[in-house]
């Protein structure tokens, strides 16, 4: 115990000295006018996201709580919750900011807009993270609790917090890096056809490429940030897990995912994959009866005209709903999602392929796991919106705009989904009975061969839930890459984001907006349902015991 | 009048359609005895437990402890698991004091009394270890402390003996029998429910045999072997209950008309 404080105590000092010196160093050599503010800016993004992690948190955890000590409300609300989940954020962010703006106008309005997407790109993991850890709380424990009188607060305190511990520092996590993920959406606000920014790292990284052309500051800073993600990371969640995790052993490793204890070299697993793991079970998939879908929608629905009732102060007329739905550019609608669709399909392949590849030899071998995690830790910290400047920077620069636009946007699905099927896949096969391998040894399968009998039955229900956590991200990615405001120009590609973003950032075209977003929701349900359950079903047939 | 009377009860579950699990269930249990409850898996035996213990309620009939019918569960009847219940994130001392907490007792009692029965299984050393440090042994001593250190009248356990392996297993049911002979001790009166015939012809006083689903009783035996039963493990007496429930089990054409004989 006091080893691992000494090690903390380092770990941090050390941390905090490299920042310095890192901070002055780019402050000193780095040829931007705005780089003295890089300090403030890291102040004010960081102060941005903790907020909306708070109020993530105590959001998240009351009602998490409530839902599962409460069956009434859990039927309503967990569905409700549901179908929000499953719309992009950056969808309704345009809608969002309206509402807000039209509320508090000026700068308190956009800081609170921005603080508004980091909480709904928060909250959830929070609260499914919540709800799922208490709905599998152990059967036995449950009786045990009953039967010795432990109920009401007592049952909060001495079994539900504790139980539920390891999945709010999980969702927590989570939350925090969705928050790194959206910063730069965050600070870098198209609103009314013009470009708002407000102070923070985001936006100093989206205005030095776009704005100066400066893409060397650009690619210094976000390595910097990147760096500061994983202190914080290390020093926070992966500490707090370690904590927690006192009375259950804990798959340790050290920095950077290479073990400091050769004692660990067998359980070299990252902290993270624990995380992931612990929180996005294989049912990821919820199940809900007809009755509770018809009532989450007719909720969700309410809320959304809430809020263009809140914009257009009064309810819109058939008129009006015709005039904004029929807008020109809608019979390009089909075109649209098929674009849009292939650009995802074409990412989600390419990702599929490299992550199976890189988290079966990672999970087998111990020189590519050397690595791949580290790999795996720095890629997750890179916020990926980030790189979006910087990588349209260099694509524009070499394949034109248009051209550029489209490689960005796949480039960034790409490095955005290829972690969350890699994670899955390495932790089954690591998680793949002993018995299964042995097999395998026994009878003499090698090579292609036993993966394709051996690890990829076994590993099947990992892809499937890497797939669905991979898309749902795509969702977002694709929403933001297919349009580009730098603040001189826009340029977009034909897609559903681009058309959305039009929609919402340009025309302010609120109905229409809602109704793109009714057509995400609907292909990502048509595809939980004729795609994902599908597989699923098919691996539930000879399903592996962890 | 008995201890605990289970009078008719009758409980099914509703799982995409109604299942019948127990059916008409009655019997009693007395001070200082010690009951086996045996019958294949499935048959509801289980259920039954969790009834007397009051996490579960019956369809019909009820349960009556010193003439009082049992509707939650009480500090007088408690219960040990086949998959200990054990809290992970509590220590062996922990886990035994929080009921003790629960229901209001001091720091000093409590640690007291949790210390008593920890040293009473032989788990002294590992009284700050969490469960996961713990071997299956281990775990379940930590139940039956637990559920020793209320001072229970009734002792309830649920296939005790089951998740662990033969030899542990062997000691352990010595062990229980020790407790249950050590007259200082409050709670005398143990009921147990197992799929081992073996197991509860060594230890009971008298057996319930259980139907296959929907549990009824066919058969309710009184065990004739002196106690210490160690002395016994061989004797032919044993085997011959074995014999005798294992045929009620299994042969269903016999049923009916041992049950007349027995009963």
Redesign the interface.
């Known amino acids: 115990m006091k080893n691992s404080m000494k090690r903390y105590l380092i770990g941090f000092i050390a941390g905090i000295v490299i920042l310095i010196i890192s901070y002055a160093s780019v402050m000193t050599f780095v040829k931007n006018p705005e780089i003295v503010n890089l300090p403030y800016y890291t102040f004010r993004s960081l102060f941005r996201i903790t907020i909306a992690y708070v109020l993530s948190l105590a959001f998240g955890l009351s009602f998490g709580i409530l839902a599962s000590t409460n069956k009434k409300f859990s039927a309503i609300i967990t569905p409700t919750f549901d179908i929000f989940q499953s719309i992009p954020i950056l969808g309704y962010f345009p809608a969002a900011i309206m509402i807000i703006i039209a509320v508090i106008p000026g700068m308190i309005g956009l800081e609170l807009a921005s603080i508004f997407l980091l909480f709904t790109s928060m909250v959830w993991a929070i609260f499914f993270g919540v709800v799922g850890a208490a709905k599998s709380i152990?059967i036995?424990?449950l009786?045990?609790a009953?039967?010795?009188?432990?109920k009401g607060f007592?049952f909060i305190r001495?079994?539900m917090i504790?139980?539920i511990?390891p999945a709010i520092i999980a969702g927590s996590f989570l939350a925090w890096c969705d928050g790194w993920f959206f910063m730069i959406a965050a600070e870098y606000i198209t609103y009314a056809g013009q470009v708002q920014s407000l102070p923070g790292l985001g936006s100093f990284l989206a205005k030095s490429a776009f704005l100066y052309n400066d893409t060397t500051s650009s690619i210094t800073v976000l390595v910097l940030v990147t760096f500061l993600v994983l202190f914080i990371n290390y020093m926070t969640w992966h500490r707090l897990t370690e904590k927690v995790s006192?009375?259950?052993?804990l798959i340790k490793m050290g920095f950077f995912g290479i073990p400091v204890n050769k004692k660990f070299k067998k359980r070299r697993l990252s902290l993270q994959f624990k995380f992931r793991h612990n929180i996005f079970p294989k049912s990821i998939m919820k199940v809900y009866s007809i009755n509770q879908r018809i009532i989450s929608f007719i909720v969700v629905i309410a809320i959304f005209i809430l809020a263009i009732f809140f914009i257009m102060r009064k309810i819109p007329t058939i008129e009006v709903i015709k005039k904004s739905l029929f807008v020109p550019e809608i019979v390009n609608l089909p075109m649209y999602v098929l674009f849009t669709l292939s650009r995802l399909t074409i990412a989600y392949l390419i990702a599929l392929v490299i992550a199976i590849f890189m988290g079966i030899l990672a999970a087998e071998k111990k020189k590519f796991a050397m690595i791949f995690y580290p790999l795996y830790d720095i890629g997750q910290a890179v916020p990926i919106l980030a790189l979006f400047p910087i990588l349209f920077i260099y694509f524009s620069q070499t394949l034109g705009g248009r051209l550029g636009l489209e490689v960005t946007a796949i480039t960034m699905l790409v490095l955005d989904m290829i972690w969350y099927i890699f994670l899955n896949i390495t932790v089954a096969v690591k998680n793949m009975p002993k018995e299964t391998k042995e097999v395998s040894k026994i009878y003499g399968f090698k090579g292609i061969e036993r993966i394709r009998h051996i690890i990829l039955p076994a590993i099947l229900p990992a892809i499937v839930t890497g797939s669905i956590l991979a898309w749902g991200t795509g969702w977002n990615t694709v929403i933001f890459s297919e349009y580009m405001s730098s603040g001189k120009e826009v340029l977009s590609i034909p897609g559903l984001g681009s058309f959305l973003d039009k929609q919402g950032y340009q025309e302010g075209n609120t109905i229409l907006l809602i109704f793109l977003l009714f057509i995400i929701s609907s292909i990502v349900i048509l595809m939980e349902k004729f795609v994902w359950r599908k597989l699923l079903k098919k691996t539930e047939k000879y399903e592996l015991e962890a | 009048m008995a201890l605990l009377e289970v009078k008719n009860i009758t409980k099914s579950f509703i799982n995409s359609k109604k299942i019948l699990v127990l059916k008409n269930i009655s019997f009693d249990a007395n001070e200082d005895e010690f009951l086996a409850i045996v019958g294949s898996s499935g048959c509801g035996k289980s259920t039954l437990l969790r009834i007397i213990a009051g996490v579960e309620t019956p369809d019909s009939g009820n349960v009556l402890f010193h003439g009082k019918p049992i509707l939650a569960p009480t500090l007088e009847i408690t219960m040990v698991f086949q998959h200990f219940g054990l809290l992970p994130w509590k220590t062996v001392l922990e886990n035994i004091e929080l009921p003790l907490e629960i229901h209001g007792l001091g720091l000093r009692e409590r640690g007291r009394r949790a210390m008593h029965f920890v040293k009473d299984v032989g788990l002294k050393d590992f009284k700050d270890t969490y469960p996961y440090g713990l071997s299956g042994g281990m775990k379940q001593r930590v139940g039956i402390a637990r559920a020793l250190a209320l001072g229970p009248e009734i002792l309830l356990m649920d296939e005790p003996f089951s998740s662990l392996d033969a030899l542990t297993a062997e000691t352990l049911r010595k062990e229980v029998l020790d407790i249950w002979n050590d007259k200082s001790n409050v709670t005398n009166t143990f009921i147990m429910v197992t799929h081992s015939i073996e197991e509860a012809v060594f230890m009971a006083d008298r057996v319930l045999v259980l139907s296959a689903r929907p549990g009824r009783i066919i058969a309710n035996i009184k065990i004739d072997i002196p106690r210490p039963r160690e002395k016994y493990e061989r004797d032919k007496r044993l085997f011959k209950y074995v014999d005798e429930i294992k045929r009620l089990i299994t042969n269903n054409i016999a049923l009916f008309n041992k049950v007349q004989k027995i009963i």
């Open positions: 152990p036995n424990i009786d045990a009953k039967s010795y009188g432990i007592q001495h079994v504790p139980a511990m006192g009375y259950a052993p």
